[in-house]
Each structure stands twice: as structure tokens, then as C-alpha cells.
């Protein structure tokens, strides 16, 4: 049976991860009433769950992760990406046995999920790129997808609101593919990868090896202060949770502030199976939520409704959110609800040593990698594929031989080789763009339900000729960049044209709900509020319309920010 | 048989270390320098445990760095038999110690724990080497296991990973030996 909440708030948020952190926010700072709905279990911050302050022989089984759960099939996907799933921060992952979704057989997709207040802003890599002009308008100019109807200097004062909040340490570097912003200290390069950076200057105009931008303080602000947030002291533990508040996390920042206001009221263990529709009125009334424990059913109502639940986890209660007006989802006369599902891929990982730098060395644990940004926006004559792709890189710090038992040798040598110092390493990781494609899509499995009886979400999506011809092109770019960046015994794994690749590998799904101009062609107007339902926003992940190579956290938070703004004077407006 | 028995003290080693599993009695026998585990563990039988220790320890002798037994090594793995490892690793782990009380046997016709140490270090020498040149028999998967988890606890125990740096206080990408030995030293930037 249903209960209702007779409770009215302002704004109902779905989901407090690195989004729903955000609209809570903005309403409460706004004055609003706001509820934040959250199907996993609470948290504070600082959580007794962090494990930051924790050496290595402090960790549950030396950090690895009980070899059990791969033997009765828990978190069968992290354990597919190998070296992710670890007993410091397992319990910050969800368990795709116990919620479990579908793919295509041959086609797996990877979903990763964090079911906490707080969601996937506890685990996220904190990378935080601006998108530039062009990332905003290959839809319009190649044809795929669906066009943007914002573009980068909509985003610009949000993306500066933004950073400036949550803290981003980078350097200026001047570069279109990814505009420079609201900067805190950036962290050093390496010995090494300064020098690659230098080579590649030499030779390059448009290749450049930059150091990461990450969410992390290194010259905390007063109103960072305030919250509680304390500088980053570089142990590159964030995975673990951060007692420090040292990087931003929805639970170290925008709650906090938040509940300042006096105007949040959050819920947790309640999972939203729709949103509810108001046939007469023709708008979203509020939301339905299941509890996670107890299964029974409740209601809550409000002028508003964002959708905060992660771009996959908000496809799914739109689909299911089925109505007279709407009976195949919510706000999807268009029947683009849960089409066009993207993922940054990498098909190309790079490695190589620096040699001649023996002398040099790094202390500490820069908690963010170094970056090649995408050079390939414009088509050249002698490829065969349209946008780009970048370079995760990192050579952090000197390796030690350090044998870790995997190769042969034992006794006083083998001690002795461990303590000696490598030469510097350097890695690439590829990242590509992948094209919007409309059969690239999230639906409602026809008879598989969650514990809960929602049905479970069924993901089909592939990469196809663009995105394999990008993956040669990029072996062979990196291999020449490595060359001329000085390195050397360069070694790079490309996968094969034959092998699936898995989408969602990158944790970077986006699409589902994508913005456009159009009411027949797209979901959401460019304000990411819905064409159909003038009081649903959707701004996480599902809102974007193309996926460009930039890890997409900081534009999701900007297009929210912007979004929240946008509603709260629809509201003093009494249009909402 | 020149046999003295040691406190639990002496060898679980740091005082300050702490384990939810009992700690182990042992006797250390000087003729054969083998030290010998007199109780069982949590999963590994006594005799089990001491053809473990001596192997974690030719494995990772005592030098100017600690031994395996030093940091606690077997200890640990037995505990971690049962709160990480599932049946097939633990079987994979009995069937490497009796490959080497078997091979002890084949080869010098005699028990494991009565060879000389020279004796012992050479049949574990041996086998690791043969390990890594014939990867996929099942001798070569079950010993690189356990020397893999042997030396994993290793080095990430509190008595080895001494350059471990809880709070660096920052990073610093490009300095010389002599900058980075005494930040070491110190413990942060």
C-alpha cells in the first residue's frame, strides 16, 4: 500500500551524488524547500566508512578484495576491471548481483554504481575538464546525435560558479580544446613528464602533455574553510573517502551546504520507481519511492522535480514512470528516452620508460594524472573517422623493481632488486570519443524485475566503425608521440577490431535524455528541463547530447547549476 | 636435537602488533635454523605452518631489512585463509606445501623439516626457478600463487613498508635523491 508524505516540498531531488549534491544546493541556498531522495544508505561526513587514514597493513586482507565474491558472483563487472575493486573501498560499489541489470549476451555493458549518500561522488576521478566550443558543436556540424542547443558560452559563467566552489588545482594552460577556468595551485609534472612535455612542444602545435585538473584543494577558500574542507595533503587515497575533505565529494560540500540552510530534508534507503505525472495538470506532482528495506511504498509531492540518479538510473525512472499522457516513460513523446547512450573507450594503452632522469624523484602521491587533450576535433584527409580522442597519462612517480612475487627469484637478490630504483615510466590511456547513435539504448526489461519489483534496466551498446578506426589511429599517434616525447622501450597494446569492448568501461555513461531544440527529436530544451513536463529537469549524465573525450563530471555540474538557477525564476515567477 | 622454546613475543616480533587471530606457539630448533610451529593456526595444521615459515622465509630472509617471520608473514596468511581466500586457493596453497615435503622426499629422501637449511633453500631455489620457466603446470600455478601472496603481505606489512608516507602534505615531482631521502626521512613534504 502507498503512503503518502503530507509533506509539500519545493523541490524534490532524485539521487546525492555529484548532481543531486549540486540542485540541493542551489534550492536551499535559493530558499526552497528541498527534499533529496537517495536509494542507498546514509553517511556522514567524515564516515566511519572512509578508509583514508588507513596504512596498508591496516586494510581488510592487505587491501584485497575477499575472493569469494568473485566465486559466488558478486561485483562481477569491477572484477572484470581488474585492480578496481579492493577491500578499502568495496563498500563504496554496488553489487550488480544484488541490483542487477541486462545487456545483450555478446554485448556486455559495464554499470557501476554507487548506492550511498553521496553516490559515485565518494569514488569519482575528480578530472575536471572544461568541454570547449568544439565539443559543443560536432553534433550540428558532422550530423550524429542530436544538436546541442547550448554552447560554451552558455556554460562559461557555470563552469567558473562551479570550479569555484568545488575547488579545481591546474595550471592556465591556454588551450581552446579545454578552456582554462577558476584555478586553484596546480600540481606539479614529474621529472618525467615535464620532459615529455617539453619534447612534444618542440614539435607540436597542437599536441600538448598538461598536467591533470583536479577537484582537489590545493589553497582551500574561505568558504571551503567553512565547510570544513581542509587542503589536499597528496595521499592519493580518495578512493578510500576523504576525512580531510580534501577533494570534492557531494558529502564533503554542496550537502553540507546545504543543511546549512535550515531548508534540506533528506531521505535515504528509499528508492524512486517513478516520478509521478499529474494527468490534469499536466506536470510531474512528485515522486513514488520504494523503501529499500522495509519494500513498502510512499509518496512525496513538490512544485519540482529534478532528476539526479546518474544518467542510467535516471533512464530508468523515466521509462517506468509510464502514464496515460506518457505510456512509454515519462516526458518521451519523443521516443528518445533512453537513446543515444554513450561512454568514453579506450581501445589503446601506451607504456614506456623516460631514460637519462635517474637523478630526479617525486615524494608524495599527486592525487590526479597528466593529460593529453583531444587534437583531432577537425577531420584530416588521411583518417577515416570523425571527432577525437585524448590521453590519460601519469608517470607520478619512480617505480621501484619491486618483484610483488610475480617473477622468478627469491632470497637475499630478490630483497636487494626490489629496493633498487626504476627508471620513470609513462603511461597513456586513449580516450575516444563515441558517436551518439539512436539504436545505442537503454530500455525496461520485458519480464526481469530488481528485488523491489522495478524492472531492471537493459543496456545495448556498442561501438562500431568511427570509434575502431579511432583506436588505430590513436596506437599509432601515441607511438609517434612517445617517440618524439623522448621515451623509450615503448610498448602499446591495441585492442583488436574483433574484441568487444565494453561500454560503461569508463564509468563515464551519458545519454537517454538527451538536450535539443527539438521536442520531436530530443528530451530536454536547453535549459535540461523536459520538452514535455515543464517542472522535470533531468541533469546528470542522461542530459548530454554528445560525450566529447573530457571526463563530463564538471559540465554536468555546471548544466545544473545553470538548470537550478533557471527553475528557481520560473518559480519566483509562479510559472512552476 | 638442540631445541630451546621461544616466547610468542619474540615470535610475533613488535609489540604494538595486533591480530584477530590467536598468535602462534613455536620452538626454534638451532641445528636445522628452522623454526617450528608447535600449535595450529585458524586453517593451516601445525606442521603445515612450519613448512610455510621456513619457505615465506627463504623466500624473504632477514638481511638489514626484516624476514618474512619478522613481518608476520604466515600469521597473516593463515588468518587471511579464511577471510579472503576460497576453496580452490586454500586447496592450491595445501597442495604447494605437500609438492615440497613431496619434492624434499623425491630428492634427498627425507622430510622437509630435517634438511639442512643449504638443504632447503636449494630445493625452494630450485623450484622457483623451474616455476617461471613452465608457467602452465599446475606445480608452476599453485607455487606462483602462494609466493605471490607471501610476498604481497610482505610488503605491505608494517614492519616492511617503512617508506609508506601517511600524510606526504603535498608532492613534489622533480627533485634530486638527497631532497627526496630526507623528505622520506621526515615523513611529509
Same mark, same amino acid.
Given at each position: 500500500m502507498s503512503q503518502s508524505s503530507s509533506q509539500q516540498y519545493d523541490v524534490i531531488v532524485v539521487g546525492s551524488g555529484i548532481t543531486g549534491g549540486w540542485a540541493a544546493k542551489e534550492f536551499c541556498e535559493k530558499g526552497y524547500k528541498t527534499l533529496v531522495v537517495e536509494r542507498g544508505? !546514509?553517511?556522514? !561526513?567524515?564516515?566511519?566508512?572512509? &578508509?583514508?587514514?588507513? #596504512?596498508?597493513?591496516?586494510?581488510? &586482507? !592487505?587491501?584485497?578484495?575477499?575472493?569469494?565474491? %568473485?566465486?559466488?558472483?558478486h561485483y562481477g563487472m569491477l572484477l572484470a576491471k581488474k585492480g578496481v575493486l579492493k577491500s578499502d573501498s568495496i563498500q563504496f560499489f554496488a553489487d550488480d548481483k544484488e541490483y542487477p541489470y541486462s545487456?545483450?549476451?555478446? $554485448?556486455? =555493458?559495464?554499470?557501476?554504481?554507487?548506492? *550511498?549518500?553521496?553516490?559515485?561522488?565518494?569514488?569519482?576521478?575528480? *578530472?575536471?575538464?572544461?568541454?570547449g566550443k568544439k565539443d559543443f558543436e560536432s553534433n550540428a556540424k558532422d550530423g550524429h546525435g542530436v544538436p546541442w542547443p547550448i554552447g560554451y558560452d552558455d556554460l562559461a559563467p557555470w563552469y567558473d560558479y562551479v570550479e569555484s566552489f568545488i575547488g579545481v588545482s591546474a595550471n592556465k594552460d591556454g588551450l581552446d580544446s579545454v578552456p582554462d577556468g577558476v584555478f586553484q595551485t596546480p600540481w606539479e609534472m614529474s621529472s618525467a613528464e615535464k620532459y615529455i612535455a617539453k &619534447?612534444? %612542444?618542440?614539435?607540436?602545435?597542437?599536441?600538448?602533455?598538461?598536467?591533470?585538473?583536479?577537484?582537489n584543494l590545493t589553497k582551500p577558500t574561505a568558504q571551503q574553510s567553512a565547510l570544513g574542507r581542509a587542503q589536499c595533503q597528496a595521499r592519493s587515497h580518495c *578512493? $578510500?573517502?576523504?576525512?580531510?575533505?580534501?577533494? =570534492?565529494?557531494?558529502?564533503?560540500?554542496?550537502?553540507?551546504?546545504?543543511? +546549512?540552510t535550515h531548508n534540506l530534508t533528506i531521505v535515504t534507503d528509499s528508492i524512486v520507481s517513478t516520478v509521478d505525472y499529474d494527468e490534469a495538470r499536466g506536470k510531474a506532482s512528485g515522486v513514488t519511492v520504494i523503501d529499500a528495506k522495509t519494500k513498502e511504498k510512499r509518496s512525496?509531492?513538490?512544485?519540482?522535480? =529534478?532528476?539526479? %540518479?546518474? #544518467?542510467?538510473?535516471?533512464? *530508468?525512472?523515466?521509462l517506468n514512470s509510464k502514464s496515460k499522457r506518457f505510456p512509454t516513460g515519462l516526458a518521451n513523446s519523443s521516443g528518445v528516452v533512453g537513446r543515444y547512450i554513450m561512454d568514453h573507450f579506450t581501445g589503446v594503452i601506451a607504456k614506456s620508460e623516460v631514460l637519462g632522469l635517474e637523478d630526479r624523484y617525486a615524494f608524495g602521491r599527486r592525487p590526479i594524472a597528466t593529460y593529453i587533450p583531444n587534437y583531432r576535433h577537425e577531420k584530416a584527409e588521411d583518417v577515416d573517422f570523425i571527432r577525437g580522442f585524448g590521453f590519460q597519462t601519469t608517470a607520478r612517480e619512480r617505480p621501484k623493481i619491486a618483484t610483488f612475487g610475480k617473477k622468478s627469484g627469491i632470497g637475499v637478490m630478490a630483497k636487494e632488486q626490489a629496493k633498487q630504483d626504476k627508471p620513470w615510466e609513462f603511461k597513456a590511456l586513449m580516450y575516444g570519443e563515441m558517436l551518439p547513435y539512436y539504436d545505442s539504448r537503454a530500455s525496461l526489461h520485458p519480464s526481469k524485475v530488481d528485488q523491489w519489483g522495478i524492472p531492471q534496466l537493459h543496456i545495448d551498446a556498442?561501438?562500431?566503425? +568511427?570509434?575502431?578506426n579511432m583506436i588505430k589511429q590513436a596506437a599509432a599517434d601515441i607511438q609517434e608521440m612517445l617517440e618524439v616525447g623522448g621515451c623509450s622501450n615503448i610498448t602499446i597494446r591495441e585492442t583488436p577490431p574483433n574484441k568487444h569492448l565494453m561500454v560503461g568501461n569508463r564509468t563515464h555513461e551519458m545519454g537517454g535524455a538527451c538536450m535539443g531544440a527539438d521536442p520531436k527529436t530530443s528530451v530536454l530544451n536547453k535549459w535540461a528541463q523536459a520538452h514535455d513536463v515543464a517542472n522535470l529537469f533531468i541533469t546528470d549524465g542522461a542530459c548530454m547530447s554528445s560525450c566529447a573525450t573530457q571526463n563530463p563530471s564538471l559540465t554536468y555540474m555546471a548544466i545544473t547549476a545553470r538548470a537550478a538557477d533557471h527553475a528557481a525564476k520560473l518559480m519566483e515567477q509562479g510559472q512552476l | 636435537m638442540q631445541s630451546h622454546t621461544i616466547t610468542r613475543r619474540v615470535f610475533i616480533g613488535a609489540s604494538t602488533f595486533i591480530l584477530s587471530v590467536p598468535l602462534l606457539a613455536s620452538s626454534f630448533n638451532k641445528q636445522r635454523s628452522l623454526i617450528e610451529i608447535t600449535q595450529d593456526g585458524q586453517f593451516f595444521s601445525s606442521s603445515e605452518l612450519t613448512v610455510l615459515s621456513d619457505v615465506a622465509d627463504i623466500m624473504l630472509p632477514k638481511t638489514d631489512t626484516p624476514s618474512a617471520t619478522d613481518a608476520h608473514v604466515v600469521v597473516i596468511l593463515d588468518a587471511m585463509m579464511l577471510s579472503w581466500a576460497v576453496t580452490h586457493t586454500q586447496e592450491q596453497f595445501r597442495a604447494c606445501i605437500k609438492l615440497i615435503e613431496d619434492l624434499a622426499t623425491q630428492t634427498y629422501d627425507s622430510v622437509y623439516i630435517n634438511l639442512?637449511?643449504?638443504?632447503?633453500?636449494q630445493l625452494i631455489t630450485e623450484l622457483d626457478s623451474r616455476a617461471f620457466e613452465q608457467k602452465k603446470s599446475n606445480m608452476s600455478v599453485n607455487y606462483r600463487r602462494l609466493k605471490e601472496m607471501i610476498f604481497h603481505i610482505y610488503y605491505t606489512s608494517e614492519q616492511v613498508a617503512t617508506d609508506y608516507v601517511a600524510m606526504p602534505g603535498g608532492y613534489a615531482g622533480d627533485i634530486s635523491k638527497t631532497e627526496f631521502e630526507a623528505a622520506q626521512k621526515r615523513g611529509y613534504l
Open positions: 544508505r !546514509h553517511l556522514d !561526513h567524515p564516515s566511519k566508512e572512509y &578508509n583514508d587514514m588507513k #596504512a596498508p597493513w591496516e586494510l581488510d &586482507n !592487505h587491501g584485497l578484495a575477499p575472493e569469494r565474491l %568473485a566465486e559466488e558472483g545487456y545483450p549476451s555478446k $554485448r556486455p =555493458f559495464m554499470w557501476t554504481r554507487g548506492y *550511498q549518500l553521496g553516490g559515485r561522488s565518494i569514488t569519482w576521478g575528480r *578530472q575536471v575538464l572544461r568541454w &619534447n612534444l %612542444a618542440k614539435t607540436y602545435s597542437d599536441r600538448r602533455l598538461i598536467v591533470g585538473r583536479a577537484a *578512493q $578510500r573517502g576523504c576525512t580531510l575533505g580534501a577533494y =570534492f565529494s557531494s558529502l564533503s560540500a554542496t550537502l553540507p551546504a546545504a543543511r +546549512n512525496y509531492k513538490a512544485r519540482v522535480v =529534478f532528476l539526479c %540518479a546518474s #544518467a542510467l538510473g535516471s533512464v *530508468q525512472i523515466l556498442k561501438l562500431k566503425d +568511427n570509434e575502431r | 639442512s637449511l643449504a638443504k632447503r633453500s
